[in-house]
């Protein structure tokens, strides 16, 4: 075995060690990688390193994240969902984050319609100029 994939077993250990799983979907990181893999399980584990929220509430944090609009990242909810729950949370807490997080998704409403209304307003305005031109 060389030493690159010795440090790739190592940092696989090290993740499950430090956050107590593994997903399949790491895999094409770790190989392609194992250096910006290194500073990922650095970054993302800080939390459980040094943080003071418990177990539970970290993970009902990642399913918020992976479930929000703008990430919308299905395995990675999935994973943690599961997480959350082993670590104690309840259905009705996972769901509580989900109804939570939908919400981000009227932002996209709240943005759109003043440019809707602006836009329909100078197409309006631009038909009555023709229809003025025209008649």
């Known amino acids: 075995m060389t030493k690159e994939v010795d440090n790739r077993s ?7 060690a430090e956050r107590g799983y593994w997903n399949p979907f790491w895999d094409g990181l770790l190989t392609l990688d194992p250096g910006f893999f290194e500073s990922y399980l650095q970054f993302s584990t800080a939390p459980w390193r040094t943080g003071t929220l ?5 993970e009902l944090i990642y399913v918020a994240i992976d479930a929000s609009v703008t990430h919308l990242f299905e395995s990675g909810m ?3 969902m599961r997480n959350a729950l082993e ?10 984050v989900l109804e939570l997080i939908s919400a981000l998704g009227i932002h996209s409403c709240i943005v759109g319609m003043p440019i809707l209304l602006e836009e329909s307003a100078k197409l309006d305005a631009e038909a009555g100029r023709l229809d003025a031109a025209a008649g």
């Open 10 to 16: 190592e940092l696989r250990d090290r993740f499950i």
């Open 54 to 58: 418990e177990p539970k509430i970290r």
């Open 78 to 80: 999935r994973q943690h």
């Open 87 to 96: 670590c104690g949370a309840t259905k009705q807490e996972v769901m509580e």
